[in-house]
């Protein structure tokens, strides 16, 4: 094993600061590059990098329902945000400051169907329309069809790939809104935002089976490359979930809370096409090719917390409690502390951005996150950053510096919240 520390002379040079915490990084049988993390070697504390805010955008008055449901965001290169649903012109453009630049879309009789014609938009429910899902057309979620969750949607360059809900077909759109492929039989999952690497390939999250999970890599011409595992579980439920199976109109639904602080696995495709990987019950990351073909690791020092009955008892309080009071008794029926590891785990949550950075949420004991850690591509520890808000790991998009998130006011209205990456010291 090849083993070397940076020199401190060189990483001061890399980094910028000096008299920090330096990674030491070692070869592994087999060429495979470790960074070992022993603190922040950047800043300390949250005294480094920033979100600032920068606008909020209230999609609601630009529905035609005066009600908004977002379904996706995705940034473009050029700081613009496209948002997907759920009104008539259904991917609406917003600038920098919030402003509404463009809407891509229009009614459905209007429009050829074919492609490089524009893309229409169909306004009736799943129920009323024989064809949903006509070419090139974007759907709207109607009163009738809102159990039909899930929505995708990339950007890179001038095209976009978009799936307008759960087992609609994939689109992919120029940035006039002209269609330009609609492949067949690929539908996407929405367990993970749609990727375009700068390979011009698209990730597509789908289920081959239900026993397996996997990306399809789609050519923006639609032509399909090859599927790659993912190390996901889509299944509903798994063993020591708490489960809530309710009479719905259709028949019996199911509502499932996850047991806190249960570990995960996580992978994300990088910009680069690489992928990264981790399960929150260690703090070690991988670099992938594929899922089986490593080509780095690191980790970082850990902060873990031991839960005493107390906590245990507090925390199916917090998880089960809902506005559904059926729910609620099964939920509190069924949980158990032993359910709830007593551990916590060192991270719950991560998100790559632009530049392929690594943001990974690191919770207190509840399972909230109180801060982040940002990694460079090469895995290195550059220090905490002060999480902009409690749902960034939630319906966001992350652009090179650049922050959207969806948030939800008191009054149940969703609003786009917008955050700029301040990298140098405020003066």
């Known amino acids: ?96 400051n919030g402003g509404l630049l463009r809407k891509l879309g229009r009614d459905r009789d209007t429009v050829a169907r074919a492609p490089g014609a524009p893309v229409a938009l169909s306004v009736d429910s799943f129920e009323d329309n024989d064809d949903p899902f006509g070419w090139g057309e974007l759907v709207e979620f109607t009163p009738a069809s809102e159990s039909w969750q899930g929505g995708l949607i990339a950007v890179r360059s001038d095209t976009l790939a978009v799936q307008y809900r759960l087992h609609s077909p994939l689109r992919i759109l120029g940035s006039n809104g002209n269609l330009l492929a609609e492949p067949e039989d690929l539908l996407g999952l929405a367990w993970q935002p749609l990727t375009i690497d700068s390979l011009g390939r698209l990730w597509l999250p789908s289920t081959p089976d239900s026993s397996r999970s996997a990306w399809i890599r789609v050519r923006m011409n639609g032509e399909v490359i090859d599927t790659i595992s993912a190390p996901l579980d889509s299944s509903p439920a798994r063993p020591g979930d708490w489960c809530a199976y309710l009479f719905v109109p259709d028949g019996v639904g199911s509502q499932c809370v996850v047991a806190p602080h ?88 991560m998100a790559l951005d632009g530049d392929g950075r690594l943001w990974v949420g690191v919770p207190d004991w509840t399972g909230k996150v109180i801060r982040l850690q940002v990694f460079t591509r090469e895995g290195v520890l550059l220090g905490d950053v002060p999480p902009p808000s409690t ?17 939800k006011e008191a009054s149940g209205k969703q609003v786009i919240k917008t955050f700029h990456l301040q990298t140098t010291p405020p003066k």
């Open 1 to 96: 094993m090849k083993r070397r520390t940076v020199w401190p002379f060189l990483f001061a040079l890399l980094t910028g600061c000096a008299g920090h915490a330096r990674p030491v990084i070692d070869t592994l049988p087999g060429g495979i590059v470790r960074v070992r993390n022993t603190g922040p070697t950047v800043w300390r504390d949250t005294s480094g990098w920033r979100w600032i805010p920068t606008a909020t955008i209230d999609v609601s008055k630009e529905s035609h329902r005066g009600k908004a449901e977002i379904v996706a965001m995705a940034w473009r290169d050029d700081g613009t945000l496209y948002v997907l649903g759920p009104s008539r012109n259904a991917i609406r453009v917003y600038g920098a």
């Open 391 to 407: 749902e960034i790991f939630g319906l966001a998009a992350w652009s090179r510096d650049r922050l959207a998130v969806v948030e």
């Open 262 to 349: 249960r570990p995960l696995a996580i992978a994300i495709p990088r910009i680069d096409g690489l992928i990264i990987a981790g399960n929150t019950v260690n703090y070690r990351f991988a670099v992938l090719r594929s899922m089986r073909d490593t080509i780095r690791v690191f980790d970082a020092p850990a902060t873990t917390f031991t839960l005493s009955d107390a906590q245990l008892d507090s925390l199916i309080i917090l998880k089960t409690t809902s506005t559904d009071t059926a729910a609620q008794r099964e939920w509190r029926a069924q949980a158990k502390r032993s359910d709830i590891p007593r551990t916590t785990l060192p991270w719950s949550q």
